[in-house]
């Protein structure tokens, strides 16, 4: 198993482009989840899914999209880059009736 | 909404001194789980404590999880190089989503 993965691991934007941060796992998680991790602000929810179709909002989704059409994959949309989304973004799953999330190598974006 | 607090953000200590992080939650919480991440790295999954009360341990590694299940605390024995990295506790409450704390930054001097 690759475990999760994220793709890419850097990037660059200018304000005001979009992107799409990529996560895909292989380990048949239902729960999959983003997170952003700032200085000293530890690690902040942006959105999850419980499973296929169905997404929720964490504790700072504006200016994030997400979709979740496979059980695989869970990623995560900027709609208009700002410098304020400069940060580092993890995704994360959990297996079926588990409770450990498995982390991603995480994507370092800097927003221009 | 649910705040997990964690103090202190940063601890420098010499090899073989001890370590303890503590976890505090504005809410009941209904589990509490440990993440290490080293620097660079990604966070590790450590533990979860589910009961009032309880104590695992983990080699030199000891969690604890408050009576009231309002706050928990990660304490290290004699710490070692391999121990730097940053802690977090991540506390669920109603929800299946982790509230994570701000996490406690360990450097070990050799």
């Known amino acids: 198993n690759a475990g999760v993965t994220q793709t890419p691991k850097f990037q660059v934007l200018k304000t005001g482009q979009s992107m799409t941060l990529q996560c895909a796992q292989d380990?048949?998680?239902?729960?999959m989840s983003w997170y952003r991790q700032d200085p000293g602000m530890g690690l902040r929810l942006i959105h999850y899914?419980?499973?296929?179709?169905?997404?929720d909002q964490g504790e700072v989704p504006n200016g994030y999209n997400v979709s979740r059409s496979t059980t695989e994959d869970f990623p995560l949309r900027l709609l208009s880059a700002a410098p304020s989304q400069t940060s580092v973004y993890f995704c994360?799953?959990?297996?079926?009736?588990?409770?450990?999330?498995?982390f991603g190598p995480g994507t370092r974006l800097t927003v221009t | 909404g649910q705040q997990v607090m964690q103090i202190p953000q940063y601890q420098h200590v010499q090899e073989g001194e001890d370590f303890t992080t503590y976890c505090n939650s504005s809410?009941?919480?209904?589990?509490i789980q440990w993440y290490k991440q080293r620097p660079g790295g990604h966070p590790v999954f450590l533990i979860q404590l589910v009961k009032s009360g309880e104590v695992k341990k983990q080699k030199r590694l000891t969690f604890q999880f408050g009576e009231a299940k309002k706050n928990s605390s990660l304490h290290i024995t004699a710490t070692q190089t391999t121990d730097v990295g940053t802690y977090f506790c991540a506390g669920r409450g109603g929800r299946r989503a982790l509230t994570f704390g701000s996490g406690t930054r360990l450097q070990v001097q050799p």
């Open positions: 809410t009941t919480l209904s589990n």
């Open positions: 380990m048949n998680h239902e729960y």
């Open positions: 994360a799953s959990s297996p079926p009736g588990g409770f450990e999330q498995y």
């Open positions: 899914s419980v499973g296929a179709g169905i997404t």
